[in-house]
């Protein structure tokens, strides 16, 4: 089954599981932080009531956005929130600006919505209207509690001068990046401030999940220049947002985790198929090599029967060994292995079969590829426009049923559970495996691979 939609933000945010409905949400940067602030709002509202509050001034103008608009200058303000739709709480107007909710104030919302079990969402951080920005000393004022920090960068101001006119801040932008003011703005320049421990990392806290919004992508070749910037910017921060609010066209880019299942005993074969050779190298060392050069991180390599020869395979790769003592029981067991070995800010794995040397990066590129339009909870390629192959990338959604698995059985028990977004392919060589020894000779055969 194929399907096509358009990711809202909550979604690519990862925000609309029952577990996120209590967190506490702030967002700071610039360009676009109070369109996506009510966007996420909306989108929230349509399963439970959501508060939206700030701790930075906002413009009277964004009270409008909201449903109804409470003035708190103490916790006394707050005995009738309304239970349903966007409520928006600050503090008092003045010269055409809300001022902050007080620290009292927010803590009561905080416990609260925890009680309540309902987001609340937080503008923590001014910008002037403009695209980018930088911190003063002061900013940005993110509570604590936090669950997730949301840090907004516009990417209309590439190719732009650094002046007053697109940056809020540009002599500190200036410092913190090392681009003179007056200079283009370059995405290596946004994404210096971005990773600064004093830009877009500030004050962040450490428990909470850091998320980038790349907006005002609005052409393709800010689109492309987004993608790329992300690649960057992962490993600072847990996940990385791109594309167009007002667009509603939106891609995440996560780390994808590549789990190579290389324990199995290939009691059919007669012998371990993952130290067989081809082209000069063992089979689990070439699918290990593919992994690494299509970008999946990190690959974790299940082993088991001879795992001894299995990992003096791999002694030099940046791949982690997991050993999997009950992989005798099936490869169920090898697939639990695995999965209970990823850091949580993997949102997916693609899973490699060690009898399967032969598949190309391509195929793994073009999974995560697809994989970031939807947060599809699985995709898999479709060869010939009628045959299901390997490999298959599981969004992190499905790790949960994946761990559940028994016996010799591996993902496919899941296709009648999710939603499969299939690619078609049309090289027929994933579909290709080796059970038997005459598998092996066709294989060592083929010319081009």
Partial sequence: MTYNKRMDLAHALRLTSPSASNQTISLVGAGGKTTALFQLARQLS??????????????????????????AKNVDDLKSIPEQGVTLITGEIENNRTKPVDSAVLHWLHEKHNERAIPLLIEADGSRQKSIKAPAEHEPPIPKFSDVVIAVAGLSTIGKPLTEEHVHRPEIFSHLSGLPIGETITPQAIISVLTHPQGGLKNIPPSARHIVLLNQADTPELQSIGGGMARELLGPFDSIVVGSLQQNSLRTIEHTAGIILAAGQATRYGSAKQLLDWKGKPFVRHIAETALHSGLWPVAVITGFRSA?????????PVEIVHNPEYQEGQSTSIKAGVASLPQKVGGAVFLLADQPQIPGEVIRALTEAHTKELQPIVAPLVLEERRANPVLFDRAAFPDLLQLTGDVGGRALFSKYKVEYIPWHDDILLFDVDKPEDYQRLVNIEKL
Wanted: charged share 15%; glycine share 2%.
């Fill in 309 to 317: 020869d299995v990992e003096s395979c791999l002694k030099d790769l």
């Fill in 46 to 71: 349509a399963k439970s009531s959501v508060t939206v509050t700030a701790t930075s001034h906002l413009g009277a103008w964004q009270i409008t956005l909201a449903d109804q608009h409470i003035i």
